[in-house]
């Protein structure tokens, strides 16, 4: 019984998961905003912010790709929700590197940058992955979708691309310690692989097992109980 | 402080020599602009009194020290770990005392060499550039004495060619010796008139102190026109050898590392440019400079070698 006027907004409802995954795709910014205040950059702290800006950028975009294997598998439908968002959030910190790139290091110098962008390999597959990122972005929206029709769906397969070239990308660029890049690259591999028709089909039917079954029933029961406590909680506070 | 036997007291003829010699490297040597870039640090007793007169090149006026800290807290010692900034904090408890260096191979004097022999030539502060092959830079002032003065005292035979350079094998100290992926001991090497030429050293303090472990101490090698891999650090033994030595870095990926590992803007790394650096302290990006701005001092001894087949 409360005496608050009800008013009708037509508010998009956010489950709880996907205001997770917000919070968490922006908190790697926040903390690079707070270290670079507290120049916590380390000595070279332009490479470190490339680093780390993309590194984030990397580990969206396999956060991006996983979110259709894991419905396939699981039946986690919720995060089909956010891989648009996850996808986006790459783009945003491939920006923010790229920008970094071109103004904090190379300080928008052209000759420069063209030395080290167009003949240099490491760098020039970056640049191409970055223009896929940004066609998959522009093209992401709700009105993209409806004017490509089935020609947006094989688009976006080129992300599927943009993963490799980013892990090449990143195999060119280290001195000689690959095995770290060399294992984001599995992981896309098998990202990429549970898409293969024929594996896609014997991977659902993961979802369908006991043992999928039984943990999802768990889940569910801990959500109940966790509603529960609330509610008493709440009780509580009115008497 | 040590007092100064009379026999170190660097001779007239060489002290003004030494300042032609800084000059010649275009190192504005006045003691003021030392110690404002130092900003005060102690032990930078330079006794060169007033402003020299010197004729700097504009890329040298101006071109501050690296502060102590980011010289010793950013370093590639892969023997302690690849973490440029935790070297440092793993090396601290490293060794460096009683130490030996064996110097032999193709010489007349076999020797070994402790700590106090080396304190025995002359000790000079030189003030280098420094120029990783990752494409960032650094300006330090060593502490040491050219490397010319001990291949002297050992005689090499006419039949030396090059000078090959080995770290210490100790992976209880230095856990990244464990990792199979190089063929520890570091090994470096240079040709026997680039081991002979003024300008290589071999450093046994920093910024007037004595080299911290992450830096290579108790002694290493800095030759100011090689890429940073070539300064070879924590040495015990000096060869002369007549065939071409193959380091570390050769052996690991010799399509992108070579022997000369000349600093030059026009020979890339297979993978990315080298023309320009990033100097650390500073943002935006330095052209590299040929041969790192030693290019008067040692471009003749490589007259008519194709500096991008030999790299």
């Known amino acids: 019984?409360?005496?608050?006027?009800?008013?009708?907004?037509?508010?998009?409802?956010?489950?709880?998961?996907?205001?997770?995954?917000?919070?968490?795709?922006?908190?790697?910014?926040?903390?690079?905003?707070?270290?670079?205040?507290?120049?916590?950059?380390?000595?070279?702290?332009?490479?470190?912010?490339?680093?780390?800006?993309?590194k984030y950028a990397l580990v969206l975009l396999i956060l991006s790709l996983a979110c259709t294997p894991l419905n396939t598998l699981f039946g986690f439908r919720q995060a089909l929700k956010v891989r648009r968002p996850l996808g986006l959030y790459a783009f945003l910190y491939a920006s923010i590197h790229f920008a970094i790139f071109i103004g904090l290091d190379y300080q928008f110098?052209?000759?420069?940058?063209?030395?080290?962008?167009?003949?240099?390999?490491?760098?020039?597959?970056?640049?191409?992955a970055g223009l896929v990122l940004l066609s998959l972005a522009i093209t992401s929206t709700r009105g993209w979708m409806k004017r490509l029709g089935r020609t947006w769906t094989k688009l976006h397969k080129f992300v599927y691309l943009a993963g490799i070239l980013v892990i090449v990308h990143y195999v060119w660029l280290v001195k000689s310690d690959i095995q770290i890049p060399l294992m984001y690259g599995a992981v896309v591999l098998i990202l990429l692989i549970l898409r293969i028709p024929y594996i896609r089909r014997h991977a659902s039917r993961v979802k369908q097992s006991r043992f999928v079954a039984a943990t999802k029933r768990s889940f569910r029961f801990m959500g109940q109980r966790s509603q529960a406590i609330r509610n008493s909680i709440s009780h509580q506070e009115t008497t | 402080m040590k007092k100064i036997h009379s026999s170190e007291i660097t001779p007239e003829s060489l002290y003004l020599s030494r300042r032609d010699f800084l000059k010649g490297m275009g190192i504005v040597s006045a003691s003021a602009m030392l110690l404002a870039a130092c900003g005060g640090q102690p032990g930078t007793q330079t006794d060169i009194p007033e402003k020299a007169n010197v004729s700097a090149t504009p890329e040298e006026v101006g071109e501050p020290l690296t502060p102590y800290d980011a010289v010793t807290n950013y370093n590639n010692y892969y023997e302690f770990t690849i973490d440029k900034e935790d070297v440092a904090r793993k090396a601290k408890d490293f060794s460096t005392s009683p130490w030996e260096i064996e110097v032999g191979g193709l010489v007349k004097n076999p020797k070994v060499y402790d700590l106090d022999d080396l304190m025995k030539f002359s000790q000079q502060e030189r003030i280098y550039r420094l120029r990783c092959v990752e494409a960032w830079s650094m300006v330090i002032p060593w502490m040491g004495f050219p490397l010319a003065e001990l291949l002297n005292e050992v005689e090499p035979t006419s039949d030396a060619k090059y000078v090959r350079f080995e770290t210490i094998y100790d992976p209880?100290?230095?856990?990244?010796?464990?990792?199979?992926?190089?063929?520890?001991?570091?090994?470096?090497?240079?040709?026997?008139?680039?081991?002979?030429?003024?300008?290589t050293m071999l450093a046994t303090g920093l910024y007037g102190k004595p080299l911290p472990p992450q830096v290579g101490a108790p002694v290493r090698l800095v030759v100011p026109w090689k890429y940073g891999f070539?300064?070879?650090?924590?040495?015990?033994?000096?060869?002369?050898?007549?065939?071409?030595?193959?380091?570390?870095?050769?052996?690991?990926?010799?399509?992108?590392?070579?022997?000369?590992?000349?600093?030059?803007?026009?020979?890339?790394h297979p993978r990315w440019s080298q023309s320009s650096e990033r100097r650390i302290g500073e943002s935006g990006r330095r052209k590299t400079l040929m041969l790192n701005g030693y290019e008067e001092e040692v471009a003749h001894l490589y007259a008519g070698m194709d500096l991008s087949k030999n790299f």
């Open chain 1, 1 to 54: 019984m409360s005496s608050v006027k009800m008013v009708n907004i037509s508010f998009p409802r956010f489950t709880k998961f996907q205001i997770l995954v917000h919070i968490g795709a922006l908190l790697p910014l926040l903390l690079l905003i707070v270290d670079w205040s507290r120049d916590n950059l380390t000595f070279n702290p332009i490479q470190a912010l490339e680093l780390r800006t993309g």
């Open chain 1, 109 to 128: 110098d052209w000759n420069l940058l063209k030395e080290a962008i167009f003949e240099k390999q490491y760098a020039l597959v970056g640049f191409v």
């Open chain 2, 172 to 199: 209880d100290q230095m856990p990244g010796q464990k990792n199979q992926g190089y063929q520890w001991p570091y090994i470096e090497g240079l040709r026997l008139d680039e081991a002979m030429h003024d300008l």
């Open chain 2, 230 to 268: 070539k300064n070879i650090k924590a040495i015990v033994k000096i060869d002369l050898v007549d065939e071409m030595p193959t380091s570390l870095w050769m052996a690991a990926a010799p399509n992108a590392y070579g022997f000369y590992a000349n600093v030059n803007p026009e020979v890339d």
